[in-house]
């Protein structure tokens, strides 16, 4: 049976039609889009009127996210901005360590059972000038149950002094860098990176399978999908071990579940060989709402929290240069492997060193197996320069910039950690699209909320929390920026013959929109209602959730 929905306005993303008023739909495919007289011509029909007052446009494609933004709201968010959870209620931010702790006090009091933990989410002490949270802040919310606060970089984790004790930490004598001393010779409650957090994190409900997802957590997110307008979205980084994978498939074949899911599998002391062989694995299981058979590398950290690698100069304040986290010899090792086995490869790369780096290993990689096509990404790639789109045009590599970036942190960014000149050229979007790069843009969700139109906002504006314009000459017009958040992500995750525009022989998958962004103004796209989506021809109203 063919269903012909009109819209007021159908935003197709496809060269040869950009704009319909129809889009034809048959078995979870589109026909076609254009006017009435032509679709008709299918045969017969039914006529769906229900978005006759709604802009269509290609279901939204989040090119970098987590699925533990799903499950992370089982937790108390603290974060510094206001943030909307996955039932549509937007908590307001929590701008203080008082206003944390007092947050944190109040979900105590709910709890029943006097032996559970009391966990939040989304702590970022950046805004806090010199002010770091210690275990006596968290003490104030309880000493008898263990407490923890991720932060919103997910690298850092703040503990009471409970936690620390369940974990055996709270002692004197402690030595390893990522755990930090007071003057009394305990740890201060403050867990950098995984090694450090690992004794703890399970006292404060970051446990390892959480982190794999849970069937709860997967739910979630599919609802923020909704709310947000998204029909595909990656998860970006798993461990993928079989039992996530078994759920995952069982979760995502629900027939309600509206989202497809691509999941990377993520290099973690696995053998070039061994990872690659694992991919190949993982693809055979793929079905059609979970995406499989691709791979994730990271090379460095983050660069609000100065883990980042940076060529000359280094770090505007003066911080040491950042950490890598996969050796060169390994990265060149699983790239020329998964071209060889046509295996699709995303690279984390934050600093400009670590982009050259990922650079120099593909073009070794290329030299020893040219292959063509071969869509490696580099995801996040804030602080490349021109000279480096133009490697990576030459090399044949997409790249997924986070300009959500910044709003979040490019007042930071200005004053401390890059300074004014590398500032303004982060996530260079505009020389990505003048050099012909293939342009993602993304949230990394939950590190930044799952929104792409927000990101396109981003993107479209560069505008920061104090509302700086923050390199304006990197800004790009809105229909680019639809174009990265629906076709541009599509690409990168070699889907694009499949989703990214509303043409005929493509899925079904269509954002459903109240406002029309191109009417909005650039200055208000972020604020453009969505109504809900429909994926594979399945219709899911956000408010009906
Ligand atoms: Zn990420």
């Known amino acids: 049976m063919t269903t012909i929905y009109r819209a007021k306005r159908i935003l197709t993303m496809n060269p040869g039609g950009p704009e319909a008023t129809h889009v034809a739909v048959r078995e979870g495919r589109i026909l076609g889009a254009g006017r009435l007289e032509e679709l008709s011509g299918w045969g017969e029909y039914r006529l769906d009127e229900r978005f006759a007052d709604k802009v269509l446009m290609p279901g939204l494609v989040e090119g970098h996210s987590h699925l533990f933004e799903g499950s992370v709201w089982a937790y108390v968010y603290v974060g510094y901005h206001e943030r909307m959870d996955p039932d549509g209620r937007v908590w307001p931010g929590a701008t203080s360590i008082e206003a944390v702790v007092a947050r944190l006090r109040e979900a105590a009091q709910l709890l029943a059972d006097p032996a559970q933990p009391v966990v939040g989410w989304g702590l970022d002490p950046i805004y806090f000038g010199a002010a770091r949270v210690s275990r006596a802040d968290l003490d104030r919310v309880s000493t008898e149950r263990p407490v923890g606060v991720m932060h919103a970089s997910f690298h850092i984790l703040n503990v009471n002094s409970k936690a620390l004790e369940r974990g055996g930490l709270l002692r004197k004598g402690v030595e ?92 973690m002391n696995q053998t070039p060989q061994a990872l690659v062989e694992r991919a190949l694995a993982l693809r055979a299981l793929s079905a059609d709402r979970l ?117 979040y942190w490019g007042d930071q960014h200005y004053a401390m950690t890059v300074g004014p000149e590398r500032a303004e050229r982060m996530n260079a979007c505009a020389t990505a699209l003048a050099t012909g790069v293939p342009l993602a843009i993304h949230s990394d969700a939950p590190v930044t909320p799952l929104s792409p139109l927000f990101t396109a906002w981003c993107a479209v504006n560069r505008r920061t929390a104090s509302g700086r314009v923050l390199g304006e000459h990197e800004r790009i017009g809105v229909e680019d920026a639809l174009r990265t958040i629906t076709l541009g992500a599509a690409v990168t995750l070699r889907l694009d013959h499949e989703i990214g525009s509303i043409e005929c022989g493509k899925r079904a998958d269509f954002a459903v929109l109240e406002d029309d962004p191109l009417e909005a103004g650039p200055e208000n796209l972020k604020d453009v209602r969505v109504w809900g989506t429909v994926q594979d021809g399945r219709v899911f109203e956000a408010a009906a959730l």
């Open 291 to 407: 995406r499989l058979g691709a791979l994730k590398i990271v090379a460095d950290g983050s660069i609000q929290g100065f883990s980042a690698r940076l060529r000359w100069p280094g770090y505007y304040n003066g911080a040491p240069n950042g950490l890598w986290y996969t050796p060169p010899e390994a990265m060149r090792a699983v790239y020329t492997r998964a071209l060889q086995e046509g295996v699709l490869v995303h690279t984390h790369t934050n600093g400009d060193e670590a982009t050259e780096l990922v650079l120099d290993c593909m073009q070794d990689a290329l030299q020893a197996r040219p292959v063509r096509d071969h869509r490696f990404t580099l995801q996040h790639c804030q602080l490349a320069d021109a000279a480096q789109f133009r490697r990576m045009k030459a090399l044949g590599m997409c790249v997924n910039l986070f300009p959500n970036h910044h709003f």
């Open 176 to 267: 390893h860098p990522g755990v930090p001393l007071g003057n009394d010779g305990l740890p201060t409650g403050e867990l950098k990176g995984p090694d450090a957090m690992m004794p703890v994190a399970p006292h404060v409900g970051f446990d390892r399978e959480l982190l794999a997802a849970d069937p709860r957590g997967l739910e979630l997110f599919a609802r923020l999908a909704v709310r947000t307008g998204v029909t595909t979205a990656t998860d970006l980084a798993s461990l993928l071990p079989q039992n996530a994978v078994d759920m995952m498939l069982r979760v995502t074949a629900q027939p309600d579940y509206p989202l497809r899911v691509v999941s990377l599998l993520r290099l």
